[in-house]
């Protein structure tokens, strides 16, 4: 299991970092203006970020190429770039809950799935309110007007089918060669006798300490 923590966290933490710092040079986007801002350039997606690596603003410039300004934010509203992030983000999260279905290295992470109505319910409606809040969220959830474009969503969906990929590589690590944590066996039974034995110690230890006379006294009244 520690290998598959450690793996899809890499991997997802990766992902998102390429989308935040480097998603105007890959995604693309169509030529629109919003209120007069153009929201791609070249082809791409206009950034998101608000500040330049240095912690730089420029909040009043409106038709600033680098920064996803305040004046910009105030007459386009959320920007297009960030909710790639956002729901690329989010999606990974679901599918690799498909992949912890099995934890011991099982590659056909469906087997059974027939036998669980539930939990298809469940990922189905956790699918379902995803897809509404990044296509119709908007600046409640600091979603884009008008969401994602059909190509914007192959790229966030292909990205999140990336954990199955990166799941089916790990199986080909030994799990020997990872750090091992709760491998010991524990018989359930035994730690219950340990918690009542170190009760009954406790309480044995507070009538101890109870002077005796004050054990007569009570006993008289």
Not at 31 to 36: L, S
Request: charge should be positive; charged fraction near 20%; proline fraction near 3%.
């Amino acid at each position: 299991m520690m290998k598959h923590i450690i793996g899809q966290a890499i991997y997802m933490i990766a992902i998102t970092l390429v989308i935040l710092f480097a998603g105007e040079y890959f995604l693309p986007e169509k030529d629109e203006i919003v209120n007069g801002v153009p929201i791609s350039f070249n082809g791409y997606v206009r950034t998101g970020r608000s500040a330049d690596y240095a912690g730089n603003t420029d909040d009043d410039n409106l038709y600033s190429t680098t920064l996803y300004t305040k004046k910009i934010f105030k007459e386009v509203g959320p920007s297009r770039h960030y909710t790639i992030l956002f729901s690329t983000f989010v999606f990974m999260q679901i599918f690799n809950e498909w992949n912890c279905r099995k934890l011991h290295d099982e590659v056909n992470i469906f087997a059974g799935i027939q036998t669980n109505y539930i939990s298809i319910a469940v990922r189905f409606l956790e699918t379902l309110l995803q897809v509404i809040i990044s296509q119709f969220g908007g600046r409640l959830f600091g979603i884009y007007k008008d969401g994602m474009t059909g190509v914007q969503w192959c790229i966030c969906i292909a990205f999140s089918v990336g954990t199955f990929v990166v799941r089916l590589i790990l199986l080909f690590i030994p799990e020997d060669r990872l750090l091992a944590y709760g491998s010991k066996e524990l018989d359930p039974l035994e730690k219950r006798k340990s918690v009542l034995a170190a009760r009954r110690s406790a309480s044995f230890k507070r009538r101890a300490s109870i002077p005796q006379g004050a054990v007569t006294i009570a006993k008289n009244e």
